[in-house]
Each structure stands twice: as structure tokens, then as C-alpha cells.
């Protein structure tokens, strides 16, 4: 079985551990949903009330303010277990893929010089010294005596 690209590791940690926050966020605002709306009904049932004594009105403005605060810590969670899934998604699609060990290209020094350590341009033998790239064409030593031209037989 050919295997085009190798697989990632992802630790069981990474794929369980972000959507059980979200979960839980998820809980504590549903219940901070709950709590205040509850609260702030019975609160609101004491107030109109002609019967109501003040530990039913003050009682209830600490709950539906304990309320609020579970709710508010939800919306808090909700957001923060968002993030961590964004940014848990965004390190795993740009994290470098596990490949097979390959041999490591032998590498010189001089290509490893940054630009910062340049001094001067090498020539195409690299021997850092300045030669043209392109020249006159090449003379033959022929012996002097001796002419070309093209009439010659």
C-alpha cells in the first residue's frame, strides 16, 4: 500500500481537550442562563408582591447577582475555549508535517553566509576572485611565422 503523504502525530490530548472546554463553557453558561433568568423572575414575582418580606427581596437581588456572575464567567469561557480552539486549529494546519528521515544535503560554508557577510561578489569559480563572465573569444597561439587566411592552401 503506497503511501503518498506521511501522517501527523496528534496527541489525544490535542483532539479532546479543547472541545471538552468548549463543552464545559458551554454548560456554565446554560446554567448562568438559567440561574438569572430564574432568579430574576422570582425577584421580580417578591417586588410585586404585597406579602413579601425582605429577605425575599434582598435574598433575591444576591442570587440573580450570583446568577449574573456564573452567566458573565460562561460568556467569559464560551470565548476564551473559541480562541483556544482557533488557535489550536491554526498550529495544526501550519505544524510541519512528520516525513521519513532522509539524508541531509551536505551543505558549504559559503552558502550559508547570509547577505550581511558578503564583501565582495564572487566570480563563477567562486574563489572570491573578480573574473567576466563573458570575454573575447579565445586566440590560438599559433607560431608567428606562420599566417591563416583563408586563400591559404
Known amino acids: 500500500m503506497p503511501t503518498s ?4 502525530s496528534i496527541s489525544i ?9 468548549l463543552a464545559a463553557s458551554a ?4 446554567v448562568g ?10 425577584l421580580v414575582a417578591a417586588l410585586n408582591s404585597t406579602t ?5 427581596v434582598y435574598g433575591g ?6 446568577a449574573a456572575a456564573v452567566l458573565g464567567a460562561g460568556v467569559v469561557a464560551m470565548a476564551l475555549s473559541l480562541g483556544t480552539l482557533a488557535v489550536v486549529g491554526t498550529i495544526r494546519a501550519f505544524a510541519p508535517r512528520v516525513r521519513e528521515a532522509s539524508p541531509e544535503p551536505a551543505v558549504d560554508d559559503e552558502s550559508e553566509r547570509g547577505l550581511d557577510d558578503v564583501d565582495e561578489v564572487d566570480g563563477p569559480a567562486g574563489d572570491g576572485e573578480d573574473e567576466p563572465l563573458a ?6 597561439d599559433a607560431p608567428a611565422d606562420r599566417v591563416l587566411s583563408p586563400r591559404a592552401s
Open 5 to 8: 503523504t506521511p501522517r501527523r
Open 13 to 21: 490530548a490535542t483532539l479532546i481537550i479543547p472541545p471538552a472546554t
Open 27 to 30: 454548560g456554565v453558561l446554560a
Open 33 to 42: 442562563i438559567v440561574m438569572t433568568v430564574t432568579e430574576n423572575e422570582a
Open 52 to 56: 413579601a418580606t425582605a429577605a425575599d
Open 61 to 66: 437581588q444576591a442570587r440573580l447577582t450570583i
Open 135 to 140: 570575454g573575447p573569444p579565445a586566440v590560438d
